[in-house]
């Protein structure tokens, strides 16, 4: 260790796991020279890229003279403070992932280069005098600027440029087309940035939502972690809405996490209509520019309210007063590739550290805040009640073996509809699965139309006529004709366009929409389609996953589960958890407003346990359930896990690099952790990359860390690590 006058500790985003010291420039104020500043460094052969200082200190490990001096400093400025700059650096140690990749994922893509902050001040747009009584419909063959205008007409008040792109997709023509007809015109300032103006909202509180939300405010300055467990349709947005009135009021900010894109116009718009205050968005559909605009609106205290899917939990806060995580059970709270950091668990850390309280909501809470609640470290608040007197839909368990079919659909389940039809009430049909077919089959060979890359069975889309791996993408010409026999093949399975296909044969007066991944590619296409389901111009939904999570869709009575056996017999030990949250989010859907909901479900095991303990007995005794289940066989939440996964073209090379790790560990820790493997992934070809994993279970999370950071310096160092694509996955979410 050698001591020098000031050395800077940057973090780059490389895989290597450490910081990189660096010398001031001649030209830097040194009194200036804090954590969080961006520079401008040279790193190997690239001579200028964006670093972040970390620390400064006088000690380094490397004489003076090899150290190189950073090009200058990017901003006047730190993009984060001490404090979350911690917070960042402790997801680094947790999650074993470089600090320099952590740290960059937390910042706006556009903030990663050397761009300056100042280049993304947020453009306010004004009505003139002219504009403020102008007649929109004088402006002709432009409905576009039309509707521009009369929304600030109508708003009587300035509007960011990104508040209005939330609204109107590619907004930026029309805005400038009425700037040069002196309508509109840019400004500098927003007037109403320091005005708080909450609405009165149109609900009263029922007396479960009263007491929860009483409970919080009794602990609004404390670090207390709260699950809000509520029926679907209980009114959990309510009381999310009710204490965020009382901690905008107080001048802090509220962070929400939501588990989707497709969830965030409609939530967006509820929260607009109640706090009419500076609301910053997060998710990866926004353009580089919008979420720069809004990361610096949050930063800087602006945005009293910030929205987002997972990524939104690094979003930094001046005065940070509430955090709130919606469908806290989701999987997609966990990231699945690079950093693979849970948004669930570091929202509960951030609330810790900012002592401030977080709110875990959720119909279908997870088994581990269902642990954490009996552990005493979370209080439990209970919404019994469906908001507005609503009643819980009825269920029916449909045994559909020898029954008469129409593709997917039995009759039992079409006479539904047609009677639900008839009463002028919207259908959901629900089928985890898209695609016309699963499986094209030989029945004379046996034959099966399997991805080369993935040795998995190609699903059949019509719309297109291709065969698509669901796995890695690829799509091929579809066949008709089996290339061994020559036979006619068969398609097996259904998908949501088969089911559409046979719903538009029987129900051709009806008006039938496919909502999925397929569907909803394009910019705001799932936000038309959630307005035209509100309007009540849609009558029957086929829809995936996408629809059950957080929607409300007041005129579905009938909720129908096409194929509800999927997951039942899975490998994966958290499956049935799964399973029985999708079950009652998509029953949820149903009977949410003033009529009685139907759920229809449709099974070949009608005889399950799962579905006797949810439908006679409920979510919350089939989790108790699950739970002694997980304690006997010493399954998390009982028990902390890691896995260390690997893919590599040879499936020796992952094996081998596999045992390598594992033999490694048990050196280290005397063979004190639970090691399994090497076995397969449940997808064991992916890509045409063979997949292997090492499960790594201790009783003792302290243990299972403290061995972790020396054991991965060694496979690092290994020969067999330069053969394989491998990463660490702390707390995993997902066995496939």
């Known amino acids: 260790m050698t001591t020098h006058p000031l050395i800077l500790r940057v973090a780059i985003a490389t895989p290597l796991r450490c910081l990189f010291d660096y010398l001031p420039d001649a030209a830097s104020n040194l009194k200036n020279l804090q954590p969080g500043l961006r520079v401008s460094v040279s790193f190997g052969r ?10 400064i200190s006088n ?8 150290l190189k001096k950073i090009n200058h400093v990017i901003d006047e400025h730190p993009v984060f403070n001490h404090k979350h700059l911690r917070l960042l650096k402790w997801a680094s140690d947790y999650y074993h992932y470089p600090i320099g990749e952590v740290i960059f994922s937390a910042l706006p893509s556009s903030l990663r280069k050397n761009n300056s902050i100042t280049k993304y001040n947020e453009k306010i747009w004004c009505l003139t005098e002219k504009g403020a009584d102008f007649e929109t419909k004088l402006i002709k063959q432009a409905p576009k600027q039309s509707r521009l205008l009369n929304y600030l007409q109508q708003r009587r008040s300035p509007a960011n440029e990104s508040e209005i792109n939330s609204i109107y997709s590619r907004s930026k023509p029309s805005l400038l087309s009425l700037e040069e007809k002196g309508l509109i015109r840019r400004s ?24 929860a939300t009483k409970e919080v405010l009794e602990s609004i300055d404390n670090a207390s972690i709260f699950l809000l467990d509520g029926l679907t349709g209980s009114g959990k947005t309510e009381v999310y809405m009710t204490l965020m009135e009382s901690v905008i009021r107080a001048g802090k900010q509220c962070l929400i996490l939501l588990p989707e894109i497709g969830l965030t116009p409609q939530q967006i718009q509820r929260f607009k209509d109640r706090f009419e205050v500076n609301i910053a968005i997060q998710h990866s559909g926004l353009s580089e520019t919008e979420r720069t605009q809004y990361w610096l609106a949050a930063r800087s205290g602006k945005a009293k309210i910030v929205i987002g899917t997972r990524s939104a939990i690094w979003t930094p806060l001046a005065n940070p007063g509430l955090y709130i995580i919606d469908e806290e059970h989701d999987l997609s709270y966990k990231q699945q590739d690079g950093f693979r950091y849970s948004a669930r668990d570091m929202l509960i850390t951030r609330a810790n550290r900012d002592k401030v309280p977080a709110i875990l909501g959720s119909a279908t809470p997870s088994l581990e805040t269902l642990y954490n609640v009996k552990k005493d470290r979370y209080k439990h608040l209970i919404l019994s009640t469906r908001a507005a007197n609503a009643k819980p839909p009825t269920y029916r368990l449909l045994d559909i073996r020898g029954k008469k079919m129409h593709g997917p659909l039995s009759q039992t389940l079409v006479d539904e509809i047609t009677e639900h039809l008839n009463n002028k009430n919207q259908i959901l049909l629900f089928l985890n699965r898209r695609g016309y077919a699963v499986h094209l089959f030989c029945h004379s060979c046996g034959w099966k139309a399997e991805c080369t890359r993935c040795e998995l069975p190609y699903t059949y889309h019509k719309n297109i006529n291709r065969l698509v791996c669901h796995h890695c993408g690829v799509t091929k010409r579809h066949i008709e004709q089996c290339p061994d026999c020559n036979e006619p093949l068969l398609l097996m399975g259904h998908g949501t366009e088969r089911i559409e296909e046979v719903l538009t044969t029987l129900f051709p007066q009806a008006t039938i929409s496919r909502i999925d991944r397929d569907t909803t590619r394009k910019k705001n296409a799932m936000h038309d389609y959630l307005e035209r389901i509100q309007s009540g111009e849609i009558d029957i939904m086929i829809g995936t996953q996408m629809l059950a999570k957080g929607h409300h869709f007041p005129n579905v009575t009938l909720t129908g589960i096409v194929d509800a056996d999927r997951g039942l017999f899975s490998t994966d030990f958290r499956a049935s958890e799964r399973l029985a949250q999708l079950f009652m989010q998509v029953s949820g859907r149903t009977g949410r407003g003033v009529k009685e909901g139907t759920v229809v479900v449709q099974t070949y095991h009608p005889e399950h346990p799962l579905f006797e303990q949810l439908i006679k007995h409920g979510y919350n005794y089939f989790c108790n359930s699950l739970l002694q289940d997980r304690n006997h066989s010493s399954l998390p939440p009982y028990s902390h896990m890691v896995f260390l996964r690997t893919e590599a073209h040879n499936a020796n090379d992952a094996k081998h690099f596999i045992n390598d790790a594992a033999m490694q560990l048990n050196q280290l820790t005397n063979n004190k952790l639970l090691l399994f493997g090497p076995i397969p992934a449940l997808i064991e070809k992916r890509s045409g990359r063979y997949r292997y994993q090492l499960i790594i279970q201790s009783q003792s999370r302290k243990a299972l860390h403290t061995y972790l950071d020396r054991w991965l310096d060694k496979i690092e160092s290994s020969k067999s690590a330069k053969k394989v694509r491998w990463s660490l996955d702390v707390d995993p979410q997902d066995m496939a």
């Open 46 to 55: 690239r001579k200028d890229i964006t670093g972040i200082v970390v620390s």
């Open 59 to 66: 000690q380094s490990d490397h004489p003076q003279h090899k």
């Open 188 to 211: 500098t300032e927003d007037v109403t940035d320091g005005i708080i103006k909450i609405n009165r909202s149109p609900f009263t509180l029922n007396k479960d939502q009263q007491s």
